[in-house]
């Protein structure tokens, strides 16, 4: 039976782990998104699990690398200067293939910037943040149900290809509270990594059967030995430098992401329809960006909202169909220019895109975005 419960979106980033089988986090205290480690310290040993607080955000990223490996789902959780130390061994968790979960709790930057006020400027970080080419999946809720179900979806996308997986949210998400019926698990399922099949000797950790990208995840300390390194691999798991060997195994891990973009990506349409502006936003902003669509709808203007929840990959198609029907798109974040570089990427068209985009530490109010619609109405 369903319960109502009154969380802050912290407290819910940390249930909602525990309820999609995470039992490891290792974390740094970090403004706005310290009180994930707090509850995540006091709840994981009620579960068996094991919460360590570690020296710093980079040590923390490889710890939840290392328990990985060993076979546990694992998390940690930070915000923009700690998600920027953490960029090297996001890297390596994409190269070794290692299942885990980052939540980014942004707040204003750069550098320090505003520790305790909200912004969305990480959002190309979220994706471009650690060298070379690999893949990444980013998820930006924009309620705190929402935020419950897309925390176990983390967890099952990070499982199933094999990649880390960042749950992008912000200070307004992270401490507001909302009162909502948490999801109960007949709502949900639950994913866990496949397991190889044959016997030790025979394991090769990064083969892949014919038409197949993901490969079987066998665990430390379960009787299969295998080398877990960021330098490029064969199968076998040891360094190569074969360009043929090396390039196909990129592809495929870019290709365990790209090919699946059908079980992958995730947005929210609002009275998109009949829509001749389509207002673009995403987390917190979209909450303001609902609002402004609503009254523009009162005063006669076809407004709609278009809201990604998976930010990377991010939904090309879907803008793209959206743009072919309106006259002009407005994109409302809090930053100076992120999302509209990948709106106007996807929209392939000569309509009018403006942006509605502020930083300083407070919200886009919904009055911005009406001006913005007018402006282009």
């Given amino acids: 039976m369903a319960k109502a419960v009154f969380w802050t979106g912290n407290e819910v980033c940390a249930e909602a782990a525990i309820a999609a089988g995470c039992r490891f986090f290792a974390g740094y205290p970090i403004t706005p998104s310290s009180e994930i480690a707090a509850v995540m310290a006091q709840r994981l040993p009620e579960e068996s699990g094991t919460f360590i607080q570690m020296e710093d955000e980079i040590a923390a990223m490889g710890a939840i690398i290392g328990a990985s490996l060993a076979g546990v789902k694992s998390m940690t959780a930070t915000s923009g200067p700690g998600f920027s130390l953490k960029q090297e061994n996001i890297g390596f968790a994409c190269m070794v293939e290692a299942p885990c979960v980052v939540v980014n709790v942004q707040r204003g930057g750069p550098s320090t910037g505003l520790p305790t006020h909200p912004g969305q400027s990480d959002l190309m970080q979220t994706r471009w943040g650690t060298h070379g080419d690999h893949t990444t999946i980013a998820l930006a809720p924009a309620y705190l149900r929402e935020l419950y179900l897309e925390m176990i979806r983390a967890f099952n996308l990070s499982e199933k290809f094999r990649v880390p997986v960042i749950v992008l949210i912000d200070e307004i998400l992270g401490h507001m509270s909302e009162c909502f019926e948490a999801p109960t698990p007949n709502e949900y399922t639950v994913i866990n990594r496949v397991k190889p099949t044959c016997p030790p000797e025979k394991y090769n950790p990064y083969e892949v059967q014919d038409g197949e990208l993901v490969p079987t995840m066998a665990s430390y300390f379960e009787g299969y ?112 220019g992120q999302m509209i570089l990948e709106v106007e990427r996807a929209a392939h068209s000569d309509i009018k895109i403006v942006g509605c985009q502020k930083v300083g530490g407070v919200p886009v109010e919904p009055y911005e975005i009406v001006a913005k619609i007018r402006e282009v109405a």
């Avoid at 360009?243 to 929210?268: G, M, T």
């Fill in 225 to 336: 030995r295998f080398h877990a390194t960021g330098l490029n691999h064969d199968k076998t798991g040891f360094p190569t430098t074969h360009p043929i060997v090396c390039h196909q195994d990129e592809v495929r891990q870019l290709a365990k992401v790209s090919h699946n973009r059908a079980e992958i990506d995730s947005w929210e349409e609002v009275m998109v329809e009949d829509a001749e502006i389509l207002v673009v936003s995403f987390g917190s902003t979209a909450r303001g960006a609902h609002s402004a669509v609503l009254e523009m709808r009162k005063q006669g203007v076809r407004a709609g909202l278009f809201r990604p929840i998976t930010v990377w990959p991010f939904p090309d198609e879907e803008v793209r169909r959206l743009a072919r029907k309106t006259k002009a798109i407005v994109v409302a974040e809090m930053n100076l």
